[in-house]
């Protein structure tokens, strides 16, 4: 698997700048990257998933190279992003793929947009239960800006950025991660990247942790193949809402992978793309019926949505 950079590029939508990846050719790929991050978290499987499809990962707005406005950070107004994104690509239909809160964002453009989308693969994503890390929780907290400021003064976050490096290689499993969240760290120095990523969370999470929840809409996953994919050891998102996935979603594909933390497409990226490869090939995607539709809606989930019960551990051969 190949790590290196791939070339930006860029379109302006509704006056904000979007940056994204477009790489191979094929059936189309959306991949959207977690909280904080951009698309090259991506990084270790774009090259092989482009060998047979065409690959799009977006830098979503306020992350990475893309615009950070006082704007719509919603779920559904970053489904709404992707929609507009594809269309002046000129790309109709995607198998999406998200990572962690692009797992929110993933399951919100199914949702708002079926006659798009023709599979869905959540990867440790959110929406599947209230637990989170507390870090992240932490976000939601009043003076999280200013104190972040001071820890992002530059010999303060050097050193930090470097504390993290040194822990994620030290082969310690909790810190395997760790890599990830110092170029998150180091992301905050961007007043408006802190800014953005404090309206993504509070949008979504809340001092008892996640808000938003597919357990109300997963029933509508019967019109569309869905797989999950976890990190056994995910310190992040507990590896425990992959049985949630199944059970809510009994037709869905569910991997957990052992010896991989929150994210599994970078611990173990000929796996990941394999598993992706596998799903796409076996499965048909889906078909759009206003019809099908409308009966699932009505025939759906009535009532609000308890507590969920008990599941077997999910298999992680």
């Known amino acids: 698997m190949s ?3 791939h070339e930006v590029q860029y379109l ?68 709404n992003g992707m929609r507009d994104l594809l269309t002046m690509l000129g790309i109709d239909k995607v198998t999406v793929v998200g990572h962690s809160f692009g797992g929110g964002v993933a399951m919100q453009f199914a949702y708002q947009f079926p ?47 470097l504390g993290l490096h040194a822990l994620a290689a030290s082969g310690l499993k909790p810190a395997r991660d ?11 120095k961007d007043p408006n990247a802190r800014h953005a990523i404090r309206h993504v969370v509070r949008a979504v999470v809340d001092w008892r ?3 938003v929840t597919m357990a109300d809409r997963a029933y509508l996953t019967e019109a569309m193949p869905m797989a999950v994919v976890w990190g056994r050891d995910d310190a992040v998102i507990p590896v425990r809402h992959a049985s949630n996935a199944a059970a809510l979603a009994p037709k869905a594909r569910v991997e ?11 611990d173990h990226p000929e796996r990941f793309v394999k598993i992706v490869h596998d799903f796409i090939r076996s499965t048909q995607p889906a078909t759009y019926s206003r019809a099908r539709w409308r009966r699932l809606l009505k025939d759906g989930q009535v009532g609000p949505i308890g507590p969920l019960a008990p599941v077997p551990d999910i298999d992680t051969a």
């Open 3 to 5: 790590d290196q950079r």
């Open 12 to 79: 302006t939508i509704h006056g904000h700048r979007r940056a994204f990846v477009r790489v191979g050719e094929g059936p189309a790929l959306l991949l959207l990257h977690g909280l904080g991050c951009d698309h090259t978290t991506w990084d270790p499987v774009i090259d092989a998933l482009a060998r047979r499809y065409t690959v799009i990962a977006p830098d979503l707005l306020g992350h990475g190279r893309s615009a950070k406005p006082r704007a719509d950070y919603s779920l559904g107004g970053y489904a």
């Open 115 to 161: 006659e798009r989308t023709e599979r869905m693969l959540l990867v440790a994503s959110g929406g599947l239960g209230p637990e989170v890390s507390p870090g992240i929780r932490a976000i939601t907290t009043p003076g999280f800006h200013q104190l972040m400021g001071l820890l992002t003064l530059p010999g303060i976050r050097h050193a930090g950025v």
């Open 178 to 188: 760790l890599g990830e969240v110092a170029h998150i760290y180091d992301s905050f």
């Open 209 to 211: 942790g996640q808000i």
């Open 256 to 266: 957990v992978i052992p010896n991989a933390g929150h994210f599994p497409h970078k």
